[in-house]
């Protein structure tokens, strides 16, 4: 969520910040919903300030035997009073709440404007790779050498599913290991959290209210507070701090999860979103970082660095691009696609994100520090990166590393866990 205060004070450069990723931004009627809010606010506590006074007054009268009834009977209107604009306010402040809740974050001046026709590639590695004339898809591959079998996973939850199978498996989990592994290596604390959460944390994380359709509700006759299963760890380890403050030496803090990720968007039908590049259920690993106001640049170019170091070690041909504000997620003022070439439909897919929100999410969620010097706390900042998501990874690998033969080289770091260097029939 955005400042109020900056859109009073700096209106103008939220405005043009915003219109890069809005067509259309009005902030006059939200900063009037805030003067009425103040309004209100300030009309409360004047009449509970006369309330006080009266009814010390009253004390007063009374210790001196005298005749209170006129204040008793103001103290009557202004209870009157109190509710009525109480009500008021709750009304003003639930609409404030609402419309501050719709407006994404401020993208930072590097960011372009415009849609994915705008982003930038700033770094390419390595070569597409020969394949010659007649390369296998991943579907195909998956099939010959039994990875994933698709119809079953259909057979068991529907369309959008799918189950590894054998040396699918392992691989998948070979691949979730080597993220694990390199990030705790990295130091970065290791978190596994549940896969069901509250829809307060939905609203921290920014993806609530409007992306609250995208996700997997769960419904309870003993709860009327509803579960939703995580669309991303990045939405558990944001509220880890939810509502707490942190010391300074405690910034930056890294963190990483492995779930799988549930998200009810429809799959298309498209060549490029076929096997497992898009479902309703995947394998990610998530890192995050806390940090200050003066630490981000630095958590970024490390989280992007990273996640470009994971897809090398693989070998894999991959870009890494700027996005511009309208491809960007709304939480996030910056964010740097990494993405790996899939030769079969001859375009680069996205396997990892890596943002940085500012203060916005902390804002939504609470999520303050202590300065070292001691003065008042402030808002930490939070970034995530995608490192990686396997769904996409797998595809990749699978169809960068085939033979001539049909079978699949193994990357060197999933060698000692599947205990072969090429899985074939």
Not at 392 to 417: F, I, T, Y
């Amino acid at each position: 969520m955005l400042d109020i205060s900056l859109i009073r004070n700096d209106t103008q450069t939220v405005r043009t910040a915003l219109l890069k990723r809005l067509d259309e931004v009005d902030l006059e009627s939200i900063i009037k919903l805030d003067e009425t809010r103040r309004a209100c606010i300030e009309s409360l506590e004047n009449l509970q300030a006369e309330r006080n006074r009266l009814s010390k007054e009253i004390g007063q009268i009374r210790q001196q035997g005298g005749n209170a009834d006129a204040q008793q009977s103001r103290i009557g209107e202004i209870r009157e009073e109190l509710t009525e604009r109480e009500l008021k306010l709750a009304a003003v402040s639930a609409e404030f709440q609402d419309r501050m809740a719709e407006l994404p974050n401020l993208p930072v001046d590097i960011v372009p404007p415009g849609g994915k026709e705008a982003n930038q590639v700033v770094k390419v590695w390595g070569e597409k790779p020969d394949l010659g004339n007649d390369p296998l898809d991943h579907v195909e591959l998956c099939k010959r050498l039994r990875l994933v079998d698709f119809e079953r996973g259909t057979k068991l939850s529907g369309s959008g599913f799918w189950v590894y199978t054998g040396a699918g498996a392992a691989l998948e989990w070979a691949l979730i290991n080597y993220f694990c592994q390199t990030h705790y290596q990295d130091g970065y604390t290791f978190l596994l959290p549940p896969h069901m959460l509250l829809p307060e944390c939905g609203y921290a994380a920014g993806q609530f209210p409007k992306f609250a359709d995208d996700v997997f509700h769960i419904s309870s006759e003993s709860s009327d507070r509803g579960l939703f299963l995580l669309p991303t760890s990045e939405t558990a380890i944001l509220n880890f701090f939810r509502d707490e403050i942190l010391e300074y030496d405690q910034l930056p803090y890294k963190a990483f999860a492995y779930t799988p990720c549930y998200r009810c968007e429809p799959g298309g039908y498209r060549s490029e979103e076929r096997g497992t590049v898009r479902g309703h259920q995947f394998n990610k690993v998530e890192m995050f970082q806390f940090c200050t106001e003066d630490q981000w640049e630095e958590a970024l170019a490390e989280l992007v660095r990273k996640t470009e170091t994971l897809v090398e070690g693989l070998g894999l041909h991959y870009r890494t691009s700027l996005l511009a504000a309208k491809d960007a997620g709304a939480s996030m003022r910056l964010t740097y696609d990494v993405e790996v070439w899939l030769p079969s439909i001859g375009m680069y897919k996205e396997v990892s994100s890596a943002s940085y929100a500012g203060d916005f999410q902390a804002r939504r969620a609470k999520i303050r520090y202590r300065p070292e010097n001691g003065s008042k706390t402030r808002l930490v900042h939070t970034l995530n990166a995608s490192g990686l998501a396997t769904s996409r990874v797998l595809p990749a690998l699978l169809e960068q590393c085939q033979q001539p033969d049909g079978s699949v080289r193994v990357p060197e770091p999933l060698r000692p866990w599947l205990g072969r260097d090429v899985i074939c029939l």
